[in-house]
């Protein structure tokens, strides 16, 4: 029956006639004969096949576009058994004939032949020129660039094999579709269908070299009018293609076309010639213009060909009953002839002044008839969504209702060719700030997407392989390639990098071979988890062209995002034009891909007009127009949204910020918005410029100013004003948790955002540097002048990093030579502090402090806001921050609130759960959020499906919801988290939840560890390993030093010892990488005394930080701690056996020898954070030192044991000191036990025979620490300071044990009683009892530390005397000291009879420098001649000061050698200045400027030095020399000599002083001396001082 059926159905179908079928009846055919599925003749119809495209179809062809292979097989099959396959379905087409005319012939010539036998191709002149070579372009076989080597026409054969495309969209000229040379048009040449389906006609025009514009022009002409007044007359749409072969059928070749506008004029004036008079004006109105669409190379490049097309349009409206005559032009003749021309088949018919005229002419009436059903029906075809505006932005935002509310953090740009007449409505690019581009188009940089974007934003170029060579990990490499600061603008197909580079583009063969691997392995980095870091990023597909090819680029990196992201939820694509869209969506489906699933992520019927329009509108809604900057003299500058791209590590606050947006003018909209805003802000969210613009514009209530408001507004604005050294000033602000500290800094920055340039540092950038200096020249030079700009650097983890970032600051300003007078940057510097008052008396001249105490002042300005409150906001009472602050933080209103919030808690629940961790993590770290996406994930919410309402995640936390609060995350301005709405209810939730519930801080801790969804996120993980590792240190504003973190204490102390074990030894199975976790266990288990536990951990940590300084300290300090334990316990009392003596002495070794690595491993550690230019401020590790003085120490008390070193006899004891110097060889003639120790000594001597000079080398180390030079800040100095006094402790035992004299035991002996060997020895003791054994020793006596330092150091001066005048063995480092020792003394007690004249130092001195070679590093000799062979006179040099320069060159040498790594965490101390004097007195100490302003407290005299106001005083100023030198560079050159041709190098301090203005030549300053090198204080420009 159905084979019956088929043949029936057969039989109503006229093969014959095939080639005229319509795309309807090649949908019929294909489901009533081929048998296929009506969605698969669906693609065919879709893809306009008609009966002569299908004749010619191969089953790759259809499977090409869409159909699967069986449905394919059919098709193919049926054909085949009917006989009906044309050639072009088995056989390359044959190549056209050379005999050709100018349109290459066709039925349309022979038509014309027939119909007008005057009508001739062309005049015998240009016929015999006929045999031309079509217009070709190597390119399209060559790499561009390359010539073809020869002029001969490629054959057929030899022409890339074409693949079928669709025309360009009828009646358009906005579509992004552009041809590729070679290519089959997928239509055929017919005539009137159904009227609305266009015909088409195809013709060459090539071949026209020689001939005449005119003549090219008319014969355009002719054929435009021809084919358009007959499809006018036959009511049909059509379009007349030229560069398009007939023969083969519709291949692409293109014309050149060097002005389009002479078609264009000629078309606009011959239309009037063509037709008559009352009908041009309906002729113009139906023929559309010439369209240009350009022709591409196979490789995508352009081939600089077009395709010239003109639609018809003969609307009902128009032509209604009319025909129309036109005039033809005879180019035998030259003469115009009427015709009236009709379609014909796939021709046009002149049938003018014949018998069909007239039968036309009566049809006139139906066929306007059908044109108008046929009009009337197409109009009425239900449209797609007419909501697709919406739909974008739903896509774009993830159902919310703007860009800054997005759903998405990032978003990644796909694209593809664009035209040039696409450019103008790519605005809306410039408002999304894209992670990364990936553009296909090779020309991108020249003319199209790329360059257009850079014209306001900033992005830089880079090609798909430079991600495969990075080097690293995954989160290095983005950190490297700075992808949340700059855009990424990847070239996927060709073009020119950033470092200029070139690549070729390819076509899709070789782009699958060659590069599809490299955009693949790309597309991995991007989608990465270590990349994308928990935030949520949206993949925007924005195709300006169609693409054609299943094979193209463009669809391969569709499907590997899809592959990497498993799905399309995170996809969307922008299709221009409904013919991109159909064609994109059977490629994708042909993929895989369902074509209703995809449908939901397309954007299809928008023009880019309109989607332009609409994402400017989307992203603008809370922005001003146009961002403007203050400047000097109260002018305003553009601040440029590339300008602003180049400091992404600030968020700029504008002079007109939040004024003039499109929100504000929807007064619904702005309500609710501000409403939004004030509840969130005033529940616990932190402050937003938005809350100050309602308040300044009276929308709301005045805001709070606090006390501390007017003295920090005082500090800024007398910073700024007063003259000052360096250009960058720090304004501390420390303050409580909580308090308000954020917002009182952020107060300051909006009411000073017209007297400033104000900005927030979002990050630390590797250029911060430059970025603030790009700030503050903006619109800006040097003639202008500069308004300062007012950084707040908020929550900075220590002081001194805001002291490493004033310097980088610094550095820029020099480098880019501006010039100032006084500070053209303040860094308001917000700190928490759990004590604010301590915290900013060290700094008490430039520091406010805000504690959680409410004045009474305050006190009634909180009380009248919260009458504003309630009048306003219906639920006031959940506003717990404000409230908090409002009840002056009372602990039982906190504590209400949380028993409250607490009760009837299901702990079991996931929400509970969540709170649970919160409030640990915010107890102790109160910036820690968990990211939104990962709370979703966790609780099994999908925010996209909540649309517009935010707080949705809250809300299902269930009765905590009122104590959360979402925020963004710190240094993550786009990444929102979920916290703890104040750190005080947290604490006290973590007090209710032990007390209610019984969840011990352990019981959390624990669970936490055990989360794997959570843990997936790596800032969560540092924010738990920072709540386990991290200690208290007061000099970071915490309360105390602890042993461990706050939360481990807090265990030990509330809990049992094992919960402490149990914690940590989870977190060190959870976190395998993580030493400090090993760390902590190994050094909780020294305190508690298991030392075998201990050791294990310490091994354990040391395994996995196999290099770092401060576990191998810890390992140290195990063995350390054990043999202590010994020393100072009980054991002690017990009689010490040799096998325990062995056990001691080996704990002892081993932890010297692990001291000693961490010494080594310290000074490495300052090279490579040196070499990786960190953003922080290095810490020199000095652990290992005073770990190896203090287990020498213990190995002294356990020596004392031993019998033949009693401590009771004086024997003994120098028997065993001398041992240990290493100059007594031991002899045992006692006991067996004695025998058995000193094998035990024996075995232990080398390590014995040493310790004396290892104490020296650490009290060595130490000394120079401390004397030579000084930390960065002054908490760090306070620090210190409690480490030198356990160090001078250590030595005061020392010098016990090993010194057996002093100066006054030296005087008290009487002459004769010793010999000259004995004297020699007690003067050493005495020296090295005194500290003046070394160079840093003898400075010390300048800092005021010893009580009768003038008869010291006279003593010390006696003492080198007689040690260089009567021991032979005299060392150079003793005469040295004996130079140093006399300046010193000379400092101390300049009129002493022990002194030596200057001749005589400076005759010792050369002695020494003799002594010197010229390869060796050594600083005393050269720091000593910096001294006293400085010039007395600049103009008169004798022989010893023309050295100088020498003299400072090696000292400057010699210092980097052997102390560059310590320089790079400390500053090298003047240890002298250069006075108003002669000889000695020239020098001068800080003990003698001191002097100077004893009256003062301690405080204000190191706030002067701080803050180089101490070389203003004129006191101070009178006692130094002021010289003058010559700016080059980074230095200052003093020039000496008679004509000034000997030059001394000076560096200045701070080194931003020295400024890059060829204008300031001269400076003066104050010189010091440092065993760096000279150094310059004070800097002063004298051209700016006249």
């Excluded at 002690?1132 to 001291?1155: I, P, R, W």
């Excluded at 100490?1485 to 005083?1513: A, C, M």
Aim: hydrophobic share 35%; net charge neutral.
């Amino acid at each position: 029956m159905e084979k019956a059926t088929t043949k029936r159905n057969d039989e109503s179908y006229s093969y014959q006639h095939i080639e005229q079928w319509t795309k309807e009846q090649v949908k019929q055919w294909a489901t009533e004969v081929a048998k296929i599925d009506q969605e698969h003749a669906e693609i065919l119809f879709r893809q306009a096949v008609t009966g002569f495209a299908l004749k010619r179809m191969t089953k790759a062809d259809l499977v090409e576009m869409g159909i699967p292979h069986v449905p394919a097989f059919q098709i193919t099959c049926v054909l085949k058994e009917l006989d009906i396959l044309g050639k072009g379905s088995n056989q390359a087409v044959e190549q056209e004939g050379t005999e050709e005319s100018f349109d290459g012939g066709g039925k349309d010539g022979e038509m014309a032949k027939k119909e007008c036998k005057n009508c001739e191709s062309l005049n015998s002149s240009i016929l015999k020129d006929s045999k031309m070579k079509p217009i070709e372009d190597t390119k399209a076989i060559k790499p561009a660039g390359k010539k073809n080597e020869t002029d001969e026409p490629l054959s057929s054969s030899q022409q890339p094999a074409g693949k079928m495309c669709m025309p360009y969209p009828f009646d358009n000229f906005s579509d992004g579709t552009r041809y590729t040379q070679y290519n089959i048009l997928n239509v055929p040449e017919t005539g009137a269908s159904n009227l609305m389906d266009p015909a088409h006609e195809f013709k060459l025009l090539t071949n026209t070299e020689n001939a005449q514009e005119d003549e090219i022009m008319m014969k355009f002409s002719n054929e435009v009018f021809r084919f358009a007044a007959a499809c006018m007359n036959s009511r049909t749409n059509g379009t007349i293609h030229f560069g398009v072969h007939d023969n083969p059928h519709g291949k692409i070749e293109g014309i050149k076309v060097t002005n389009k506008g002479v078609y264009t004029e000629h078309f606009n004036k011959y239309i009037k010639k063509y037709f008559n008079d009352p009908y041009t004006s309906i002729a113009k109105s139906c023929i559309r213009p010439p369209r240009f669409v350009e022709v591409l190379l196979q490789n995508g490049t352009p081939s600089h060909l077009f395709v010239i097309e003109i639609d018809v349009v003969p609307q009902h409206c128009l032509c209604d009953t009319k025909y129309f005559c036109t005039n033809t032009y005879e180019y035998k003749s030259k003469s115009w002839k009427k015709a009236l021309f009709i379609r014909d088949g796939a021709s046009s018919a002149n049938i003018y002044s014949t018998k069909e005229c007239e039968k036309f002419k009566g049809s006139l009436t139906t066929l306007a008839d059908r044109r108008r059903r046929a009009e009337e029906e197409r109009n009425f075809k239900p449209k797609k969504s007419p909501n697709e505006g919406l739909k974008l932005v739903s896509l774009l935002t993830g159902n919310r209702d703007s860009l800054e509310n997005s759903y998405y953090n990032y978003y990644i740009l796909v694209t593809n060719k664009c035209r040039p007449n696409q450019t103008s409505d790519l605005d809306f690019l410039h408002d999304i700030k894209w992670f990364a581009v990936l553009d296909f188009d090779s020309e991108s940089e020249m003319n199209g997407v790329f360059k257009t974007y850079q014209k306001h934003r900033n992005a830089k170029l880079y090609f798909p392989d430079y991600y495969e060579h990075m080097g690293g990990s995954v989160s290095e490499q983005a950190k490297r390639l700075k992808l949340r600061q700059e855009t990424n603008w990847i070239l996927c197909n060709g073009g020119s990098d950033f470092k200029g580079n070139n690549e070729l583009p390819l076509d899709s063969t070789l782009w699958q071979r060659d590069r599809a691997a490299g955009v693949r392995k790309m597309i991995s980095f991007l989608s990465h988890k270590d990349v994308k870091q928990n935030e949520k990023f949206l993949i925007v597909f924005l195709l300006l062209s169609i693409v054609e090819d299943s094979a193209d680029p463009l669809t391969e990196t569709f499907m590997t995002f899809y592959q990497e992201l498993k799905g399309l939820q995170d996809m969307v694509c922008i299709c221009i034009g409904e013919g991109t869209y159909q064609r994109w969506k059977d490629l994708l489906h042909a993929r895989g891909i369902h074509e209703e699933a995809l449908s939901k992520k397309c954007i299809s019927t928008l023009t880019l007009e309109m989607v332009n329009g609409t994402i400017i509108k989307l992203a603008s809604d809370m922005q001003s127009s146009e961002r403007l900057l203050p400047s000097v003299d109260h002018s305003t500058v553009r601040l440029l949204k590339s300008k602003e791209d180049s400091m992404a590590g600030l968020e700029i606050l504008c002079e007109n910020e939040c004024k003039d947006t499109e929100i504000e003018k929807d007064k619904d909209r702005f309500q609710n918005f501000l409403k939004e805003r004030e509840e969130e802000f005033y529940r616990g969210g932190k402050v937003s410029w938005w809350n100050f613009y309602f308040s300044e514009e009276n929308y709301t209530s005045d805001f709070i100013r606090r006390d501390s408001y007017e003295k920090l507004e005082g500090l800024i604005l007398s910073s700024s004003d007063s003259a000052n050294d360096s250009p960058v000033k720090i304004i501390n602000i420390y303050h409580h948790p909580g308090c308000g500290g954020t917002t009182l800094s952020m107060h300051i920055l909006w009411n000073f955002r017209k007297q400033f340039r104000c900005a927030v540092l979002k990050n630390k950038p590797h250029d911060i540097g430059t970025q603030v200096t790009t700030l503050l020249t903006c619109g800006a030079n040097d003639n202008t002048g500069y308004l300062p700009v007012l950084l707040l650097v908020d929550d900075f983890e220590e002081q001194e990093n805001v002291s490493v970032l004033q310097k980088e600051i610094q550095t820029a300003i020099t480098e880019k030579g501006i010039r100032y007078v006084k500070p053209v940057v303040v860094i308001l510097n917000c700190m928490r502090s759990q004590n604010p008052d301590e915290s900013s008396t060290i700094n008490f001249l430039n520091s406010v402090s805000l504690k959680q105490m409410l004045s009474e002042k305050e006190q009634r300005a909180f009380d009248q806001k919260l009458e504003y409150i309630e009048k306003v906001h219906s639920n006031s009472a959940n506003f717990y921050s404000f409230m908090i602050m409002k009840k002056n933080f009372d602990p039982q209103y906190i504590e209400k609130v949380v028993k409250n919030t607490l009760h009837d808690l299901d702990t079991a629940s996931k929400p509970a759960q969540l709170v649970c961790y919160l409030t640990l993590l915010n107890s102790y770290l109160t910036t820690s959020m968990v990211s939104i996406s990962l709370c979703e994930e966790y609780l099994g919410i999908n925010s996209r499906d909540t649309g517009c309402n935010k707080d949705k995640l809250i809300e299902k936390m269930g009765i905590c919801s009122n104590i959360l609060i979402s925020d963004q995350v710190p240094k993550y301005m786009r990444y929102k988290g979920l916290r703890i709405v104040h750190p005080l209810i947290a604490s006290q939730c973590l007090t209710e939840l032990k007390l209610t519930y019984g969840l011990s801080k352990s019981e959390i801790t624990s669970k936490l560890l055990k989360e794997d969804l959570l843990l997936k996120e790596n800032k969560l993980v540092r924010d738990i390993q920072t709540l386990l590792i991290t200690r208290q240190r007061k000099e970071h504003g915490d309360e105390s030093d602890t042993s461990f973190s706050p939360l481990i204490e807090a265990i030990h102390k509330e809990e049992k010892r094992g919960d402490v074990e149990r914690v940590l030894e989870q977190a060190s199975a959870r976190f395998e990488q993580n030493g400090y976790i090993c760390q902590a266990l190994a050094r909780f288990y020294i305190k508690e005394r298991k030392f075998d536990s201990a050791l294990h951990w310490a091994k354990a940590a040391k395994e996995r930080a196999q290099l770092n300084s401060y576990i191998s300290d810890t390992l140290g300090q195990v063995f350390k701690s054990k043999l202590r334990d010994w020393v100072e316990c009980k054991e002690k009392s017990a009689a010490l056996t040799a096998g325990k003596l062995d056990n001691l002495l080996e704990l002892a070794e081993n932890a010297s020898q692990a001291f000693q690595e961490s010494q080594r491993e310290a000074e490495n550690e300052q090279y490579f954070q040196h070499q990786k230019l960190k953003r922080k401020l290095q810490v020199y590790n000095t652990a290992g030192y005073q770990g190896e003085i203090e287990t020498g120490l213990y190995v002294i008390d356990v020596l004392w044991h031993v019998p033949f070193f009693s401590k009771k006899d004086l024997h003994c004891r120098k028997s065993m000191t001398k041992y240990l110097s290493g100059n007594s060889v031991l002899s045992v003639e006692n006991s067996n036990e004695d025998s058995e120790m000193f094998k035990v000594l024996r075995h232990y001597s080398s390590f014995l025979c040493n310790l004396r000079s290892r104490l020296k080398r650490a009290f060595d180390f130490f000394e120079d620490y401390f004397v030579l030079f000084k930390t960065q800040t002054r908490e760090k100095e306070m620090v210190e300071a409690k480490l030198y006094g356990k160090v001078q402790e250590c030595f005061t035992k020392y010098t016990e044990i090993f010194c057996d004299f002093s100066f006054e035991q030296l005087k008290n002996k009487q002459d004769s009683e010793w010999s000259i060997s004995q004297y020699i020895e007690a003067y050493r003791d005495a020296v090295e009892a005194s500290k003046a054994h070394s160079f840093s020793g003898i400075l010390n006596y300048l800092h005021g530390n010893h009580r009768n330092a003038d008869r010291e150091i006279e003593d010390i001066v006696e003492a080198y005397a007689v040690l260089c005048e009567k021991d032979k063995q005299a060392t150079r480092k003793d005469k040295q000291n004996l130079i140093l020792a006399n300046i010193v003394l000379n400092c101390i007690k300049p009129k002493s009879a022990k002194l030596r004249g200057p001749k005589e130092l400076k005759s010792l001195l050369l002695s020494i420098l003799q002594e010197v070679k010229q390869t060796s590093w050594c600083v005393e000799p050269f720091f000593l001649a910096s001294l006293l062979f400085w010039p007395q006179n600049k103009k008169q040099l004798n022989e010893d000061s023309g050295k100088m320069q020498t003299f400072v060159q090696r000292l400057s040498e010699s210092f980097k050698e052997l102390y560059g790594t310590m320089h790079h965490s400390r500053q090298p101390l003047a240890l002298f200045y250069l006075a108003k004097g002669s000889g000695l007195n020239r020098f001068v100490h800080k003990g003698k400027i001191d002097q100077l302003f004893s009256s003062l407290p301690e405080q204000e005299l190191n706030s002067l030095w701080q803050s180089g106001n101490i070389w203003k005083n004129q006191a101070v100023q009178d006692l130094l020399l002021l010289l003058v030198g010559t700016v080059e560079g980074n230095l200052i050159y003093i020039d000496c000599g008679r004509n000034e041709n000997f030059r001394i190098p000076v560096q200045p301090v701070p080194s931003c002083l020295v400024k890059n203005d060829p204008n300031i030549e001269k400076v003066s300053f104050y010189l010091g001396f440092s065993i760096a090198g000279l150094l310059a204080y004070n800097t002063q420009s004298l051209s700016l001082k006249q």
